[in-house]
Nanobody, 123 residues
Framework: VQLQASGGGLVQAGGSLRLSCEAS????????MGWFRQPPGQEREFVAS????????NYAESVKGRFTVSRNKASNTVSLQMNSLKPEDTAVYYC?????????????????WGQGTQVTVSS
């Protein structure tokens, strides 16, 4: 499976961006999906995940209430709507496919990764 993330860019604090991740190749609709991010000079961290059915989602505390993850199984895409962006949200954002049906918070629970898309939030 190949994952292609897009939608990153430069936005002012308080603004919004919508990231998309399209899966191609040997895709399966039975896997959870997740979003991670790597801020400058820091380790990659969990942001959000969604189950295979789309009924279960999980968010990092730092983004709860501001970010929303969703998926369209028909088009093999997962989206991350990011509102009320803050400068500390600046990072490279990665989408990933979970090994199982539910997305977890640990990177080791994912076995396929996209190339990353840069999000920069100016103050």
């Amino acid at each position: 499976v190949q994952l292609q993330a897009s939608g990153g860019g430069l936005v002012q604090a308080g603004g919004s961006l919508r990231l998309s991740c399209e899966a191609s190749g040997r895709t399966s609709s039975n896997n959870g999906m997740g979003w991670f991010r790597q801020p400058p000079g820091q380790e990659r961290e969990f942001v959000a995940s969604i189950s295979w059915s789309g009924d279960s989602t999980n968010y990092a505390e730092s983004v709860k209430g501001r970010f929303t993850v969703s998926r369209n199984k028909a088009s093999n895409t997962v989206s991350l709507q990011m509102n009320s962006l803050k400068p500390e949200d600046t990072a490279v954002y990665y989408c990933a496919r979970a090994r199982g049906s539910y997305g977890r918070t640990s990177q080791s629970d994912y076995n396929a990764w996209g190339q990353g898309t840069q999000v920069t939030v100016s103050s």
